[in-house]
């Protein structure tokens, strides 16, 4: 039979604040020591409060505006019991009646649109390591502030769940609220799937897997999930609505424990932490910081930038926002040519991520896109002195002094070219290739060009240098 | 509403408490005493009432994203652990 999968998606977003949600310890546990960035709040030590961080709610609010999303000036904090040692505390502070990000949408390169049902600000738990008769805990990441995004079932395939993981993370990252480093967890995805008969009025029942850290595994688990129910319903079986896990090396979901009803995690107002009540001043102050948006990009460069080379630069948000600035005094057909040098040279170079934090100016970048314009400088040499313009040691003297000194700049001038020419010609070794052209062998030419570039040491124009022989020899 | 025994052992469970019998027939009986109270509630008309969040009536505390001092090291914290593994707290295994 054919079914018609329903796919929702939850993904929580790690915000890139210096301190933690609730308390004012270091939240970069990047390359730390286990246990080093806690405090007793973290801890949940008797008597402890809670102190909301201020950069969290600004987040926020850009967050959700990235997503076109009303932003709620009412909202508060609850608790979520559980009993795990992830959370010293029992309970995760979280926003489960008034969450601050209210409804929206997020649209993806292919015009779908996704519905967001809300998000909602909470702390993040610990990190649990098994082994084979214990466990370790390590709290470095306990409360580190994260907002959950809830889509709307609006997904029906396995392309759009990837695509749509794909923009809510270059929309976070775009906004600055996230590092969107997925390898290292700062943006993971529960999906929740279910498949229904085609023209079926109610959604099957659907299995969640937990914890999905790449778009590709997104896909994947949609994929087997779609499969697995699919054949479930095909042998007159039924889809139990469970937990699953994903095991990204056999490429399967399995079952996990039951879960828990929403009733069994006991929310209740949170006492210790006062609501959050936001004028539309404030909203709307931290809102116009909102930088340009991947949509925005797309349509500020549709018809100069090539759509798929967009599509990478996009997920670079620092070579995008460097194409933006180019695009206040470059001409277009120097933006052309400089999106397809970052895409085509430098992403190409190893490593391009180190690059990416100090990019050079976009006055350099404009002079050399003016100089391969003006024929100064061949395609190969525009690539090496485009390279050069990153090169720690190199950047920050201009790219026609870099030219200059690595002796790439072409000789365009007709007389000069006209002089070195005839001091070739004049030359015995060249005179049976002179005979030979004229007598119809056209591809001596490569030859005598060969001769002069020599001569010039590599600075000639070949193209230039070709012309002038062929009026030379005519 | 009548709490039975069922709930009392459910609720002991969601918070991994193991209760002997004696905890579990005292236990219910203050629980469904807290209930009968709290329900007087119910026979007050709240239909046009605000619910009461918190009762200080404090908004928008919060404060900067700067990092301070901590009143306690590493050390400190860890060592309130039962036990305690190259800077990580030790607990039976859970999955």
Redo the contacts between chains.
């Keep these: 039979m054919k079914y018609i999968p329903t796919i929702g998606i939850e993904c929580h977003v790690q915000l890139k604040t210096k301190t933690k949600l609730f308390s004012e310890v270091d939240n970069d546990a990047r390359g730390k020591e286990p246990n080093s960035c806690v405090s007793p709040v973290c801890y949940a030590l008797p008597g402890m409060l809670p102190r909301l961080n201020g950069e969290a709610i600004r987040l926020a609010i850009l967050a959700g505006r990235a997503m076109n999303c009303e932003i709620n000036p009412v909202s508060r904090f609850d608790r979520k019991h559980y009993f795990y040692p992830d959370s010293p505390k029992g309970f995760q502070i979280t926003q489960f009646y008034q969450p601050i990000i209210g409804p929206g949408y997020v649209e993806l390169p292919s015009g779908v649109k996704i519905r967001i049902e809300h998000a909602h600000l909470e702390g993040d738990a610990g990190k649990l390591t098994h082994f084979d008769t214990y466990s370790l805990v390590d709290l470095n990441r306990v409360d580190t502030p994260l907002i959950e995004i809830v889509s709307m079932p609006d997904i029906h395939s396995s392309k759009d769940a990837h695509d749509y993981c794909k923009e809510l993370w270059r929309l976070m990252c775009h906004a600055g609220v996230t590092y969107g480093d997925l390898y290292n967890g700062n943006m993971r995805f529960d999906i929740n799937v279910s498949i229904a008969p085609e023209g079926a009025k109610e959604l099957g029942t659907r299995a969640e897997v937990k914890n999905l850290n790449s778009f590709k595994a997104v896909e994947r688990a949609v994929e087997y999930e779609i499969k697995r129910q699919s054949k479930l319903l095909d042998a007159g079986e039924k889809v139990v609505q469970e937990t699953r896990g994903w095991d990204d090396g056999a490429g399967k979901t399995t079952g996990q424990r039951s879960k828990e009803e929403a009733k069994d995690y006991r929310y209740m107002p949170e006492p210790d932490l006062p609501p959050i009540n936001l004028s539309s001043e404030f909203i709307e102050e931290e809102a116009s910081k909102l930088p340009l948006m991947p949509s925005d990009y797309r349509k500020k460069f549709k018809k100069i930038i090539r759509e798929d080379i967009i599509e990478i630069l996009l997920d670079y948000p620092e070579l995008m926002r460097k194409i933006e600035e180019l695009s206040q005094s470059g001409k277009e057909s120097q933006l052309t040519a400089i999106s397809n040098l970052f895409v085509s040279v430098l992403l190409a170079e190893e490593k391009s991520v180190e690059y990416l934090n100090d990019l050079p100016s976009a006055k350099d970048l404009i002079e050399l896109s003016e100089m391969n314009e003006k024929k100064e400088l061949s395609s190969t040499a525009t690539k090496e002195v485009f390279l050069r313009l990153f090169d720690p040691q190199m950047k920050g003297r201009g790219a026609k002094n870099i030219a200059k000194e690595l002796g790439l700049i072409q000789e365009n001038d007709l007389g000069a070219l006209e002089e070195i020419v005839d001091i070739v010609l004049a030359k015995p070794e060249t005179k049976k290739a002179q005979d030979d052209f004229r007598a119809g062998e056209e591809k001596v030419i490569g030859f005598l060009v060969g001769q002069v570039m020599k001569e010039s040491k590599g600075k000639a124009n070949p193209s230039a240098v070709q012309d002038i022989l062929r009026k030379k020899l005519a | 509403m009548e709490i039975k025994r069922e709930d009392i052992l459910h609720l002991a469970s ?3 408490f193991s209760l002997s019998e004696d905890e579990v027939t005292s236990l219910g009986k203050d629980l469904q005493d807290i209930i009968k109270y709290i329900s007087q509630l119910d026979k007050l008309n709240t239909d046009e009432i605000e619910p009461t ?2 009762v ?1 009536e ?11 001092p ?3 090291s ?1 050390e400190e ?2 060592g ?1 652990a039962q036990e305690e ?11």
């Design positions: 969601l918070s991994n969040y918190q200080f404090m908004e928008n505390v919060w404060r900067e994203d700067e990092i301070l901590q009143d306690a590493r914290l860890l309130l593994k190259e800077h990580q707290i030790k607990v039976p295994k859970v999955l």
